[in-house]
């Protein structure tokens, strides 16, 4: 059964192995799935989307509904940070 820290652990594994693309598709399965994303995941997200560049912020995002992201204080502010960077 999948949860936030087997997923924080799967996020980490495709990063250590340079596939950012799978951290960005966990982590979107992980919001739709009802989980609730630690400060831990956003850092890991972030990561990945930094080895991505900035034309890949907005992309996990697409398929999440808004109230699920911003569904924690931290979730808002990551989420605010994320599309002010984006042009």
Known sequence: ???V???GYLMA?????NN???TLDLFT????DGLRPTPITYFLLIY???RLGLSA????FESISKSKLLSSNLGTRVFS???DSHP
């Open 81 to 83: 940070s994320l599309t």
């Open 13 to 17: 594994s495709f990063n250590r192995e």
């Open 20 to 22: 950012p693309e799978k």
């Open 5 to 7: 820290i087997t997923c």
């Open 48 to 50: 990945a989307l930094s």
């Open 29 to 32: 399965q992980m919001i739709n």
């Open 1 to 3: 059964r999948r949860n």
């Open 57 to 60: 912020i907005s992309r996990p």
